[in-house]
């Protein structure tokens, strides 16, 4: 009897792409396949693609053109190319590479399976006659991974689990490729999701992070009593769930009773990323962010008023068309008012289709390069200043598994901060442990195992 086919799926994008990843994946398991240690070993090779940034996409195209040597030598061998680039991309995929088999957009991942083994029928047949073979494309409109009914075993790791609640992406943001590649927003209503969560906890999650593009717009397709408060209010009623959070959300939709949902829920995480992309008005405009400065400040404020615990994290774009360097002080200023406890910050791309790639890209690369370490080196103060703040204090900890560096190990705090400590017969992957913090590292935290009934202090009260 012949062994069951492998596969190898490598995920390039953001954390919906990596739950749509293990979807996939999840599709095939039920389907017979096995995961290969590597693509080497593998029958299928799936690259799981993003199309935010030119550099996202140039990483992709490099590793087909490795696999178009291999596909020579392997006629037999399978190359799919799924995700935002393949719905960005559609044809013009196969033409520049045509010895990809499969093109899946991200709302065609239902069924998965059937079309990877169409495909790996017709290169048994082509092989023979050397003959190139007709192409899946499935890209549009179609049934996406969150149709498929998730197999609670298929995560990273044992205690931790993604969960969309929401698809697409309505917003007009000037410079952004989303809205194009996921299309409408389509949120999952309450009981569904809720239902997913159970038997995710069932099987021994106890932290989830809710995913959406603008997850704090969940709801908003579906009826005026379907929000993310409400949500979160469901969700918290699940007594094995400990931590509850949600990325990413848009300053737009940062409304009342989230505020609420985030003082008074305490097992929902006590961290925020809020986007802020530019601290310049004019900027804001261009990109059409659709607030403004002061709006954003406060929004923060209403927040830090009643949820002083909260960290938040942000994004920035830095060399958008046109940022003078007042645009970009004005960004450094903003920063330094909210003292984010992290930030992602991204030198703009063009994405051909959207509304900024008719302008110009005038700022720069070396300008860019320049703005792009100013923001980091600002951030990197906060984060140093904060973590030497953590010390002394006691923090819980979720134990996420085995660090680098031998003989320790890592989790996360409440506030989604990582912390290394050394190693005991105590620890497990997925258990919750009083870490008492004694150094501040670069992006990380030191910390020592305490008793296990230490009382830890309440989330917030250190932060
Ligand atoms: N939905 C989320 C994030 C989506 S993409 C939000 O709106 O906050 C993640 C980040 O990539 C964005 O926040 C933005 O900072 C960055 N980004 C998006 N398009 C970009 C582009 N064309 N060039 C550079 N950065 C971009
Ligand atoms: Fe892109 Fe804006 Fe939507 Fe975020 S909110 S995914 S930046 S269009
Ligand atoms: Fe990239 Fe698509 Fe996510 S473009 S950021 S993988 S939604």
Redesign the pocket.
């Known amino acids: 009897m012949s062994r069951p086919p492998r596969y190898h799926l490598t995920s390039y994008g ?1 954390q919906m792409n990596k739950l749509d990843a293990e979807l996939v994946e999840s599709r095939l398991v039920a389907a017979g396949y096995e995961s290969a240690a590597s693509d080497a070993d593998a029958d299928v090779v799936l690259l799981n693609t993003c199309s ?2 030119q550099h996202a996409e140039d990483r992709v195209w490099s590793r087909l053109g490795v696999l178009r040597a291999r596909k020579r030598r392997e006629p037999g061998l399978v190359v799919g190319v799924l995700g935002c680039m393949a719905q960005e991309h559609q044809r013009y995929l196969l033409a520049r590479m045509p010895h990809v088999d499969l093109v899946v957009g991200p709302s065609a991942f239902g069924d998965i399976d059937v079309k990877v083994g169409e495909a790996r029928a017709r290169n048994a047949e082509k092989s023979g006659d050397g003959k190139q073979g007709a192409h899946v494309l499935a890209v549009g409109e179609g049934v996406s991974g969150d149709a498929i009914v998730r197999d609670p075993r298929v995560r990273p790791h044992r205690s931790q689990a993604w969960v969309s609640v929401m698809r697409g ?1 309505n ?1 007009p ?1 000037s ?4 809205p194009s590649t996921r299309g409408q927003e389509i949120s999952r209503p309450i009981d569904v999701v809720v239902e997913e969560v159970q038997r995710l906890c069932d099987d021994g999650v106890t932290e989830i992070t809710l995913l959406g ?2 997850v704090n717009a969940y709801g908003r397709d579906l009826s005026r009593d379907v929000t993310l408060a409400r949500l979160l209010h469901a969700l918290h009623a699940i007594p094995a769930l400990r931590r509850i959070a949600f990325i ?1 959300s ?1 300053p737009n939709f940062l409304s009342p009773d989230l505020i609420d949902a985030l003082a008074d829920l305490p097992r929902v995480a006590r961290f925020l990323h809020l ?1 802020a ?1 530019s601290g310049s008005d004019r900027m804001l405009k261009a990109m059409r962010r659709g607030y403004t400065v002061a709006r954003y400040l406060s929004r923060v404020e209403q927040l830090r008023a009643r949820a002083p615990q909260i960290a938040l994290h942000s ?3 830095v060399g958008y068309p046109g940022e003078t360097e007042a645009d970009f002080e004005a960004t450094v200023e903003l920063m330094e008012r909210v003292r984010f406890a992290q930030s ?1 910050v ?6 051909p289709g959207t509304l900024s790639a008719e302008q110009a890209d005038d700022v720069p690369e070396d300008k860019k390069a320049e703005r792009n370490a100013i923001l980091l080196q600002v951030q990197e103060r906060h984060i140093q200043a904060d973590a030497q703040a953590l010390v002394g204090t006691v923090q819980e900890v979720l134990v996420e598994g085995e660090s680098k560096v031998d003989g320790r190990w890592t989790g996360r705090t409440v506030h989604h901060r990582l912390v290394h400590f050394p190693s005991s017969d105590r620890v497990v992957a997925g258990c919750y442990l009083p870490v008492r913090v004694t150094q501040a590292l670069g992006h990380s935290l030191l910390g020592e195992l305490l008793a296990e009934d230490h009382a830890v202090l309440p989330a917030g009260a250190t932060a």
């Open positions: 953001c935010v940034r992406c917003m943001c410079y952004c490729i989303v593009q603008t990413t848009h986007p992309q994004d920035f774009i992602y991204f030198k703009y791309s063009p994405r």
